[in-house]
């Protein structure tokens, strides 16, 4: 055998949004994925490897939803480019599996035409094939595959039927090489375009007869969600809920966390050992990642609420409800989803962007992105409110501190709200683009599906736990360390050491807005990633407690910050652009690093000025 024949066959997995390509895609390939970025771009890349029942190895790529090969979005620019395999970095796909949602082939059909033209081998997939048949609609599957030239399969990824014919299908188009013909797609002109939505309609005409049963259920239910009051009221209640369930549901969880850690922090201090060394492990390293693990059950509730969303449907009537709101502020309809991921991570919120095809539109979204509440500031915001606002309940099922994270990721979103409307008077006047999205059908959300999916997050952030806030907090232990206070000395040792130093030289810029030199320390690492500042704050009030945790370091920020010093620590990390990782997705999205630089400055400067504002209130009422 050769090595050529080694190579596996390359399938691209193309599709409209919202067709359940990925759900097809998780189960053609299941746990055998790689996840990565395209060469040059930030558009996430996931391959996935099956075996087809006649033993043939093949890598499927699932490639970003879109609508023509005629790119409008830099999303629809990558799938375009994979398909017509002048991608840079990327082979050419040997054949191309077309996903579609089988209750609704108006779109898809002029897309399937495009990628027939472009002469690679072809496989239907029409997927929500249940669906379909619930509903009576009648397709001439045999019709349809003879007119288009390509084999038609039936599946329903939800429950993974139909996915083995899917795999024998891959196999036999392979066989037959002949069905590879030239490439005959081109960028086509109006009368091109009007030819092809001929086309697609006399296909839909000739084979797709009209359900026999339509599905009223979904139009009953959009009646109430997208009425303009009663959806927008239902819409504000399901945030509302996602940010008391982010703070109240998680609480037995992290109690066990927390206990976990100091359990084995209590251990390792009970060896014999140097004591150095003994520091090093329990206060920098279990201390410092504990502090931050801690808070992991909280952002597993916030992707939950956001994966089941999604999955559901709703999440693109939620973005036709904020339309009009986002419209008033400069924003896209789009810009909704975005915003929204945002919530979970600013990375992802920044990526998704590239969903909204005018350049200045998209521009504006990710400019404002960061100022979403990110599961980053969860740990921060936690630990200042736990500690500064006291734990009773101020209603039926509502918690003060709730309420007040609830302030929280309401202040993030009127100020995004506020800024795009700035951006979009100074940097780009005129009227923001129509805003057009197609629905998707209610679905019920897989159990497989949003296990995985949040299994991924977890695995996420528990590496970025160890890839980032473990190295930090030894760098953190060390300064905060060494030297050493000198023989006699009477001030608290971290005082003599280089942490100490470089928050008593800082301080004075930060002293008009509540900050002690602690604090300023624990910014400085936090830069890298916002929640390390928890962790960094542990460090420097706690070296050398075996015991260190989160419950103890809230007690002791209560007892040595004052109110008005806590409520401007939470103002300024509302704002404050503490994320290396963001900044650096941000210049690649936009190209430019002027782009960048005015964010961060921007977000700094509102930083700066939220706390002062915060603190002098706060002083002034008697708060200082």
């Known amino acids: 055998m050769n090595g050529a024949a080694l190579e596996p066959t390359r399938v691209a997995l193309v599709g409209n949004p919202n067709t359940g390509k990925t759900a097809l895609f998780n189960a053609l390939t299941g746990a055998r994925q790689k996840v990565a970025n395209y060469a040059g771009v930030t558009v996430e890349r996931k391959e996935g490897f099956l075996v087809t029942p006649g033993g043939r190895q093949v890598s499927v790529l699932d490639l970003p939803g879109t609508y023509s090969l005629r790119a409008r979005s830099p999303d629809e620019a990558v799938t375009r480019d994979a398909v017509l395999g002048r991608l840079v970095g990327e082979a050419e796909p040997d054949m191309i599996v077309a996903v579609a949602d089988a209750t609704n082939l108006r779109l898809v059909l002029r897309l399937i035409l495009e990628l027939k033209a472009v002469g690679r081998p072809l496989v239907l997939a029409l997927n929500m094939y249940d669906i379909a048949q619930r509903q009576g609609l009648r397709i001439d599957i045999e019709g349809l595959s003879r007119d288009l030239g390509c084999p038609i399969v039936t599946t329903v990824a939800t429950r993974k039927r139909g996915i083995t014919d899917l795999a024998a299908g891959i196999d036999a188009v392979m066989a037959d090489r002949q069905a590879v013909g030239p490439n005959l797609w081109r960028e086509p002109d109006a009368a091109e375009i009007r030819a092809a939505h001929r086309e697609a309609q006399r296909l839909l005409k000739t084979y797709i007869r009209p359900p026999e049963r339509p599905d009223t259920l979904t139009g009953r239910i959009d009646g109430v969600l997208l009425h303009p009051v009663a959806g927008l ?31 084995l922090g209590g251990l390792v201090a009970g060896l014999p050992g140097d004591g150095l060394l003994e520091s090093l492990v329990v206060d920098g390293l279990i201390a410092g990642v504990g502090s931050v ?52 991570c600013a990375i992802p919120g920044v990526m998704a962007a590239r969903v909204i095809d005018q350049k200045r539109d998209r521009m504006t979204t990710i400019l404002v992105a960061p100022l979403m509440t990110c599961s980053a500031r969860i740990p921060v915001y936690t630990l200042i409110i736990s500690a500064f606002i006291p734990a009773q309940t101020v209603g039926p099922g509502l918690s003060l501190q709730g309420l007040v994270m609830f302030g929280l990721y309401a202040a993030g979103i009127v100020s995004a709200l506020a800024v795009s409307f700035v951006i979009r008077k100074v940097c780009w006047r005129g009227a923001v683009e129509p805003f057009l999205m197609e629905l998707p059908t209610y679905k019920l959300p897989s159990a497989a599906n949003v296990g995985r ?65 602690q604090m300023v320390v624990a910014l400085i690492p936090g830069f890298a990633a916002r929640e390390v500042a928890v962790a960094a704050l542990g460090a420097v009030y706690a070296v050398g407690d075996a015991e260190a945790n989160v419950g103890a370091l809230g007690a002791t920020l209560a007892s040595q910050w004052s109110l008005a010093t806590g409520l401007s620590f939470l103002a300024w990390y509302i704002f404050a652009p503490q994320c290396a990782a963001t900044l650096g997705v941000v210049r690649r999205e936009t190209n430019s690093w002027g782009w960048t630089a005015l964010m961060f400055g921007y977000m700094l400067a509102l930083a700066y000025l939220a706390s002062f504002v915060v603190y002098r209130t706060t002083v002034a009422l008697g708060g200082g």
Not at 237 to 245: K, R
Not at 466 to 481: E, H, K, Q
């Open 233 to 263: 009221a239902i819409l504000f209640t399901l945030l509302f809920t996602m940010f008391q369930a982010v703070f109240t549901w998680a609480g037995p969880a992290q109690d066990t966390i927390e206990a976990g850690f100091a359990a």
């Open 293 to 344: 693990v801690v808070f992991l059950p909280q952002i597993l509730i916030l992707f939950l609420f956001i994966i089941l969303l999604e999955d559901f449907g709703y999440m693109a009537r939620a973005a036709f409800l904020m339309d009009r709101i986002m419209g008033g502020a400069g924003l896209h309809g789009r810009a909704f989803i975005p915003l929204l991921s945002s919530f979970a």
């Open 453 to 517: 999916n949040l299994w991924l997050r977890a695995e996420i952030f528990l590496s970025r736990a160890g890839r980032i806030i473990l190295p930090l907090m030894v760098i953190v232990w060390a300064l905060s360390t060494f030297p050493g206070a000198p023989t006699g000395a009477t001030a608290p040792a971290i005082d003599y050491s280089f942490a100490g130093m470089i928050g008593h030289a800082i301080q004075p810029l930060f002293a008009p807005i509540g900050f002690n030199w």
